[in-house]
Nanobody, 123 residues
Framework: QVHLVESGGGLMRPGDSVSLSCTASMSAFGGYIMGWFRQVPGKERQFVAAITFSGSSADYTDSVKGRFTISRDNAKNRLYLQMNNLKPEDTAAYYC????????????????WGQGTQVTVSS
């Protein structure tokens, strides 16, 4: 059984930084593509970033490039999202997700999901 638990959200001001963590209770964590998605009420879940098995490569949605950094620690079964220079439009529930098999940025192709952590950016 797989459990993904996010932590680190909260209320932030524009320009702040925050780091999200995702702890995975699963075997072979290193065998999964890991991703971060976000969702606001009434909208579809949006791809934020994903990282390869070893962490050697990552991809980001254009709106967060240069501000967010995804990383992973396979020894600790953890995924991270460092979020810098936060903007009000970053306000959303952030979800980590795990995908077996090949690379994808499509939420529907991810196999396991956490419960989400809320990030609110407001002055």
């Amino acid at each position: 059984q797989v459990h993904l638990v996010e932590s680190g959200g909260g209320l932030m001001r524009p320009g702040d930084s925050v780091s999200l963590s995702c702890t995975a209770s699963m075997s072979a964590f290193g065998g999964y593509i890991m991703g971060w998605f976000r969702q606001v009420p009434g909208k579809e879940r949006q791809f934020v970033a994903a990282i390869t098995f070893s962490g050697s490569s990552a991809d980001y949605t254009d709106s967060v490039k240069g501000r967010f950094t995804i990383s992973r620690d396979n020894a600790k079964n953890r995924l991270y999202l460092q979020m810098n220079n936060l903007k009000p439009e970053d306000t959303a529930a952030y979800y980590c997700a795990a995908k077996g098999g090949g690379w994808s940025s499509r939420s529907g192709e991810y196999d396991y999901w956490g419960q989400g952590t809320q990030v609110t950016v407001s002055s």
